[in-house]
């Protein structure tokens, strides 16, 4: 099974961008797929998550700045962040399947 995380950057405060998650070698749809953020000295937190209903749920700190989808097949989902802030700074990771399985991460660095 493969995670691979895209999209990280580098973007001035205010800025945008979107993150993608893909998901290969499973024999099933995956049924849970989260972002998580892992600031610069600090625990990993949750960002985001989209369950199998489409119904999509976002942690307090991004919440009306983020909108995340699934693709049809249910192995990519996709985080697009805007209004970024230098605390959005961090390696967000991919989790698959309720920790089962774990991107490598993407960097995304806000400067002010």
């Known amino acids: 099974v493969q995670v691979a995380e895209s999209g990280g950057g580098s973007v001035q405060s205010g800025g945008s961008l979107i993150l993608s998650c893909t998901v290969s070698g499973l024999p099933t749809c995956p049924f849970s797929m989260v972002w998580y953020l892992q600031a610069p000295g600090k625990e990993r937190e949750y960002v985001a998550t989209v369950n199998s209903g489409n119904t999509p749920s976002y942690g307090a700190s991004v919440r009306g700045r983020c909108t995340i989808s699934r693709n049809r097949a249910r192995n990519i989902v996709d985080l697009q962040m805007n209004n970024l802030h230098p605390v959005d700074t961090g390696v967000y990771f991919c989790?698959?399947?309720?920790?089962?399985?774990w991107g490598e991460g993407s960097q995304v660095t806000v400067s002010s």
């Open positions: 989790n698959v399947n309720d920790g089962a399985y």
